[in-house]
C-alpha cells in the first residue's frame, strides 16, 4: 500500500518498464478470457441487469434478509455473531479461537480479513495464522499484502516463487515450473491442515432462505481447512447477503466468469451446520457498510460481489499496480471504497482514472465505479496544481474576449500550464496553438458568397 | 429548424480545421447550420477535475447561446456527453455529436473526395461507451461501428483497427497532467499498436485523444499522422 498519492508512487512504479508491460498484459489476457466468455452467454447483459437489481433489492432490504439468515442458520446448527465493526470482527474471532485454545488456524482467502486486519492481531495473541489458497500463502510468506483481490500474487514472477519455496520448503534450486511449485505448496500445505486447530474462510454470499454461507474458490484449500478442523469460522460483510439460491446463481454464473474467465469456480461450497463433534461459527460484519448505503451518491458500491474484474479492465490500474494506491483494495472499486472508508486518508487516489468507464461495463453488479470517482472529485480536490489549472480555464472561458486573448497568447499560456502541470513535455509534445482566429466568421463568409 | 454548430475549446485552440470540416460537411449535407458567437467551453475540463461547481457561469453561457436552437451539434463526444449528463434536461435529445447526427439522423449514402490511404481508428472512451458511436467491447451486444460505416463512405480508404480497439489511450483531461506518467504510458501502448496496423493515419472522434496521441507520436518522431474523422469525411468538400 502506497502513504504517497497515487500519481507519485505510479511514477516510480512505471520506471521498470518490462515488468509494468507484463503486468498489464497479464492482466489484459484475463479481461480477454472474461470477454470471450461472456459472449458465449446470450443473456450476459440480461444476467448483469438481474445481479445489478438483486444487490439493490438485498442491500435496501437487509434486516429482514439477515434476520431471515440467522434464524436459518441457527436452526442448521450454526452460531451466530454480529460485529459492528472492525474492532468487534477481531474480538470475536480473537475471542473464539483462544476460548478454544487454538494456537494454528488456517485461513482461505478473505478480503475482510484484509480490512480488519486480523492476521496481525491474531499474531498480537500468539496464534499463528496460515493463508492456504496458493497466492495468498506466496504473498504472506513474503510479507507483503495482496496487489489484487482476486490474484492477490499477480505482481510476483514465478522464478520469484521458485526462490521463495526453495528457501521455505526446501524445493530444487532453479526449479520455477509451476506445477512443480504448486505440488510442493500442497504438500507443504497439508501438515497445516492437519496440525490446525481451527479454520476460517470469508464468504461470497450468503443465502437467507436457507442460512448457507457460500465459498468460491479455484483450489479446495477452504475446503480441506474445514474439514478437518474441530472449529470452522466463516465471516462475511452485511453486503454479502442474497435472498434465495435462484438468485445466488445469477452470481455464480457472473463471478467467476468476470474474475478469471472460467465458466464457475472449481469449488462452490455452501456451509450450512457444523460437522458431527465440531462447532460452525458464522461472524456478520457492518464495518462501515450501512454508512455507504445511507449515501445517496455511494450506495451502489455494496452491490459489488468483489470479482475483480474492475482491475483487470482498469488501464490505470494495469499500469501502475496494486501497491500504487492507498488503500488495501485497488483499481476502480478500491478507489471508491477507500474514499467510503476514510476520504482524506484515500482522496490521493482520486487521480488514478480518466473516467474511460471500462469498469462500468465489465461489472458484473453494475456498480457505477467511474460516476462515483467523479462525484467524490466534486467534494475532494487533489492537488493545488490541477485547481489552479481548473480555475485559470474557467477563468479563459468566462467570456469570448478573454478566450480569444487566451489563445493569442496560446503558446505562453501553454508553458505556464506546463509549469503547473509539471510534466506533460515529457515522452510527449504540447500541441501547437493554432490560431486564435474568428471561426463564428465561416458561417457569414459562406452566406456571403 | 435551427441547428447550430458546437465549437468545444480545445478543439478551437488546437485543431480548428475541424470546425471548418464540419461546417463543410453538414452543409453538403443540407444543414443550414449555425454558428453562434461568444462561444467558450462547456465546463467539462472542470468538471471531470472536481469543479463542476466553478464552471457554473460556462453552463450559463452555453446555455444562453444555445437555448433557442432545436439541434446543436459538436465534433466531440466528452463535449456533447458531458453538456447532455451535467446539464440537466435542457439540452437531452438535441444535442448531438457530430457523427451520430450525420450516422443517425442525416444518413448519407456517399460522400464526394477521396483519401487514399490506411487509417487506424481509434475508438474513444466516451464516443464509444457514453455516446454510443461504437459497440465497446466488454458488453455483449451486436456489433455496430458508427464511425467505420461513416469512413467506409469515402472512397479509397482502408480503416484498420489497433489491437485493443477501445482501450482508453490516456488522455483524460487534467489526468494527463496530474497523472502524468501513467497518461504518457497509456498513450505511447496506444500508439505503438496503432503503428503496428502499418496505418499512416490515427483517426478518432475526438481531438482531444488525438492531441494526446499526437504528442507523443512528435516526441517519438513516428511515421505517423492524426487526423479528425470529420476532416477525412468532408475531405471532398
Ligand atoms: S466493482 Fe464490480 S467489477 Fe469491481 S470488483 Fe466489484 S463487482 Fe467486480
Known amino acids: 500500500m502506497s502513504t504517497e498519492k497515487h500519481a507519485a508512487a505510479a511514477r516510480k512504479y512505471l520506471k521498470d518498464t518490462a515488468k509494468v508491460d507484463w503486468q498489464d498484459e497479464t492482466l489484459w489476457l484475463v479481461r480477454g478470457k472474461r470477454d470471450r466468455l461472456s459472449k458465449q452467454i446470450p443473456e450476459w447483459e440480461a444476467l448483469r441487469d438481474a445481479a445489478s437489481r438483486i444487490k439493490l433489492y438485498s442491500n435496501s432490504h437487509l434486516p429482514e434478509l439477515l434476520e431471515q439468515f440467522e434464524s436459518h442458520a441457527v436452526a442448521n446448527g450454526a452460531i451466530v455473531h454480529w460485529a459492528k465493526d472492525a474492532g468487534e470482527y477481531r474480538d ?22 484484509e480490512e480488519c486486519g486480523l492476521v496481525p492481531y491474531l499474531e498480537g495473541l500468539g496464534i499463528e495464522a496460515v493463508e492456504t489458497d496458493l497466492g495468498e500463502r506466496i504473498i504472506q510468506l513474503m510479507g507483503l499484502k495482496p496487489s489484487h483481490i482476486v490474484l492477490p500474487a499477480v505482481h510476483i514472477k514465478r522464478e520469484e516463487v521458485g526462490r521463495l519455496f526453495e528457501k521455505e520448503m526446501g524445493t530444487e534450486p532453479g526449479n520455477s515450473d509451476p506445477t512443480y511449485l504448486t505440488h510442493a505448496a500442497r504438500r507443504n500445505l497439508r501438515q497445516y491442515f492437519l496440525k490446525a486447530d481451527a479454520a476460517m474462510t470469508g464468504g461470497n454470499f450468503a443465502v437467507a432462505s436457507t442460512g448457507e454461507v457460500v465459498v468460491c474458490t479455484n483450489e479446495g484449500n477452504a475446503d480441506m481447512g474445514t474439514s478437518a478442523a474441530p472449529l470452522q469460522i466463516a465471516a462475511f460483510g452485511i453486503d454479502k447477503i442474497v435472498p434465495d439460491r435462484e438468485s445466488l446463481g445469477v452470481f455464480t454464473r457472473l463471478l467467476a466468469r468476470t474474475a478469471t474467465g472460467q465458466p464457475v469456480t472449481t469449488y462452490t461450497t455452501h456451509y450450512s451446520a457444523p460437522r458431527k463433534g465440531t462447532e460452525f461459527h458464522i461472524v456478520i460484519v457492518d464495518n462501515g457498510r450501512s454508512r455507504i448505503l445511507a449515501d445517496r451518491e455511494h450506495f451502489r458500491l455494496l452491490n459489488c460481489i468483489r470479482c475483480g474484474g474492475c482491475m483487470n479492465t482498469c488501464p490505470v490500474y494495469r499500469r501502475s499496480g496494486g501497491y500504487s494506491y492507498s488503500h488495501f483494495i485497488p483499481g476502480p472499486v478500491g478507489v471508491n471504497l477507500g474514499m467510503a472508508s476514510d476520504p482524506d486518508r ?3 487516489n482520486l487521480s488514478a482514472c480518466t473516467l474511460c468507464h471500462s469498469c462500468e461495463m465489465v461489472c458484473p453488479a453494475k456498480v457505477d465505479l467511474a460516476e462515483q470517482i467523479y462525484r467524490w472529485r466534486q467534494h475532494y480536490h487533489t492537488s493545488a496544481g490541477k485547481k489552479a489549472i481548473s480555475d485559470g480555464m474557467a477563468f479563459l472561458m468566462g467570456g469570448p474576449g478573454r478566450f480569444g486573448a487566451g489563445l493569442t497568447v496560446g503558446p505562453g499560456a501553454m508553458k505556464a500550464l506546463k509549469a503547473v502541470g509539471g510534466h506533460w513535455g515529457k515522452g510527449r509534445e504540447f500541441p501547437d496553438i493554432v490560431s486564435s482566429k474568428n471561426l463564428e466568421s465561416i458561417e457569414k463568409q459562406d452566406h456571403g458568397k | 429548424m435551427k441547428v447550430a454548430l458546437f465549437i468545444p475549446c480545445y478543439v478551437r485552440a488546437v485543431a480548428p480545421s475541424v470546425i471548418e470540416a464540419s461546417y463543410k460537411l453538414l452543409r453538403y449535407l443540407g444543414v443550414d447550420v449555425a454558428v453562434p458567437e461568444g462561444q467558450t467551453c462547456c465546463g467539462q475540463p472542470m468538471g471531470n477535475a472536481g469543479y463542476e461547481d466553478e464552471a457554473e ?14 439541434v446543436i451539434v459538436g465534433p466531440s463526444p466528452s463535449c456533447v456527453v458531458y453538456v447532455r449528463e451535467r446539464y440537466g434536461e435542457l439540452f437531452r435529445g438535441r444535442i448531438y455529436e457530430i457523427c451520430e447526427y450525420v450516422h443517425d439522423v442525416l444518413k448519407p449514402t456517399s460522400l464526394p473526395g477521396r483519401f487514399p490511404h490506411r487509417v487506424s481508428l481509434h475508438n474513444n472512451c466516451h464516443g464509444t461507451r457514453l455516446e454510443g458511436l461504437a459497440a465497446p467491447s466488454e458488453l455483449n451486444v451486436p456489433y455496430f461501428n458508427k464511425l467505420k460505416d461513416l469512413l467506409s463512405l469515402v472512397e ?3 480503416v484498420v483497427e489497433p489491437e485493443r480497439p477501445d482501450e482508453c489511450c490516456g488522455f483524460g483531461g487534467l489526468f494527463s497532467i496530474e497523472e502524468s506518467a501513467v497518461s504518457v504510458k497509456m498513450g505511447e501502448d496506444k500508439v505503438r499498436r496503432h503503428l503496428a496496423t502499418g496505418a499512416e493515419y490515427v483517426t478518432a472522434a475526438d481531438s482531444s485523444c488525438l492531441m494526446h496521441q499526437g504528442g507523443i507520436i512528435a516526441a517519438q518522431k513516428l511515421p505517423l499522422k492524426t487526423i479528425h474523422i470529420v476532416e477525412i469525411l468532408a475531405s471532398g468538400l
Open chain 1, 92 to 113: 470475536i474471532i480473537g475471542g473464539l479461537l483462544t476460548g478454544h485454545g487454538v494456537r494454528l488456524f488456517v485461513k482461505s482467502k478473505s478480503m475482510l480479513s
Open chain 2, 156 to 158: 479509397g480508404i482502408e
Open chain 2, 57 to 70: 457561469h460556462l453552463k450559463k453561457r452555453f446555455e444562453k447561446i444555445f437555448e433557442e436552437y432545436d
Open chain 1, 346 to 348: 484515500h482522496k490521493g
